[in-house]
């Protein structure tokens, strides 16, 4: 019996829509981490990149649980000698809520170049709105 090993180029690549409305922040990041490294796909090879394309609406009104929205803090260094900074989640999600979901996949992919052809796959949208139809996604609920 031999082991399979797909390619991009033998499987197809499918375009998904996910509504992060009133979803939790972590649950909704692990499935979308799966969903673009392509483990929901009988096909999944570990050394290929087979996921899907995964447009995330409504990142604006995602949910955290506990504290979170005040206590958990992200960090940024510029390289220079005290140049942290600090920003609270609940900034971020008034501000630039599609880093916060960006952040929490990214952190759920590979650390190598694969990883990074992965998170180019997600689209992370604010509103309603997604410049996607051409691509016909389907809607899929997480």
Not at 57 to 80: C, D, M, P, R, W
């Amino acid at each position: 019996m031999n082991t399979q090993s797909f390619k991009t180029s033998e499987t197809g690549n499918s375009w998904i829509v996910v509504d992060a409305k009133n979803k939790t922040l972590g649950r909704l990041a692990t499935k979308i981490a799966f969903r673009l490294v392509g483990k929901h796909k009988p096909e999944f090879t570990p050394n290929a990149d087979l996921g899907d394309y995964v447009i995330v609406i409504n990142a604006e009104k995602i949910n955290v649980t506990g504290q979170k929205l005040f206590q958990k803090k992200y960090y940024s260094h510029s390289g220079y000698p005290g140049g942290i900074k600090e920003r609270k989640l609940k900034d971020l999600l008034e501000n630039n809520a599609e880093e916060v979901l960006k952040s929490a996949v990214k952190g759920m992919l590979p650390k190598n170049k694969l990883g990074r052809k992965m998170i180019k796959k997600l689209k992370i949208y604010n509103n309603n709105e997604h410049p996607h139809k051409a691509q016909n996604p389907s809607e899929v609920e997480l």
